[in-house]
């Protein structure tokens, strides 16, 4: 079945920079878009990016909140995506989620990010 394994999160200054990782098993993993989400508490899980399916040509997508700070990629040898967030703000905090248009209803455990002085 499609699992999904967040890492890489942890307690970064504002300003600092953090790479996060999913790993995806269970299924055919390039031709399918992948995604990163979050949710702070006490508010809705938002989509944070998407990369298109695919070997080539993969376009992007990003929050207008994450635009110029955050970058999405993935590398369909290792079954990856990632999301390298830099210049972080509190408001970025919240845990983050990969998700896959293979199985949508399908959720990792998710990895936490915490932007604090």
């Known amino acids: 079945q499609v699992q999904l394994v967040e890492s890489g999160g942890g307690l970064v200054q504002p300003g600092g920079s953090l790479k996060l990782s999913c790993a995806a098993s269970?299924?055919?993993?390039?031709?399918?878009?992948m995604s990163w989400f979050r949710q702070a508490p006490g508010k809705e899980r938002e989509l944070v990016a998407r990369?298109?399916?695919?070997?080539?040509?993969?376009?992007?997508m990003y929050a207008d909140s994450v635009k110029g700070r955050f970058t999405i990629s993935r590398d369909n040898a290792k079954n990856t995506v990632f999301l390298q967030m830099n210049s972080l703000r509190p408001e970025d905090t919240a845990v983050y989620y990969c998700?896959?248009?293979?199985?949508?209803?399908?959720w990792g455990q998710g990895t936490q990010v915490t932007v604090s002085s």
């Open positions: 998700n896959t248009g293979r199985a949508p209803n399908v």
């Open positions: 269970g299924f055919s993993f390039s031709p399918y878009t």
């Open positions: 990369i298109d399916g695919g070997w080539t040509g993969r376009g992007t």
